[in-house]
């Protein structure tokens, strides 16, 4: 069975920071891409970051220059350090692993979620 697990969301005031931690059990990490979503009070879901099985990551237009994706084949896990959060990042953020070589934007492409970890940003 394969599990994701999130850690590390929490309450922080803006321009603050948190490091989202995503623990992949039951399979190997090494080989498949990840990705983060999150989904706001009120809104979908949405593509924050990713990360391909090379270490390349790459970000929503929101995350850019703010969001940092990394991975420890090692640890099994995978790692989203957020910087100057802001009140509008508030949402539940859920890591995800992707089924094959596919679209990394598209929340059917991801074969394993994780339950989320909720992230509030005060103003």
């Known amino acids: 069975q394969v599990l994701l697990e999130e850690s590390g969301g929490g309450l922080v005031q803006a321009g603050g920071s948190l490091r989202l931690s995503c623990k992949v059990t039951g399979r190997p990490l090494s080989g498949h891409a990840m990705g983060w979503f999150r989904q706001g009070p009120g809104k979908e879901r949405e593509f924050v970051a990713g990360i391909s099985w090379g270490s390349h990551a790459y970000y929503s237009d929101f995350a850019k220059g703010r969001f940092t994706f990394s991975r420890d084949n090692a640890k099994n896990a995978g790692f989203l350090q957020m910087d100057n959060l802001q009140a509008e990042d508030t949402a539940v953020y859920s890591c995800?692993?992707?089924?094959?070589?596919?679209?990394?934007?598209?929340?059917?492409?991801?074969?394993?979620w994780g339950q989320g970890t909720q992230v509030t940003v005060s103003s």
């Open positions: 995800a692993m992707l089924k094959g070589v596919v679209a990394p934007k598209v929340e059917d492409n991801y074969e394993y």
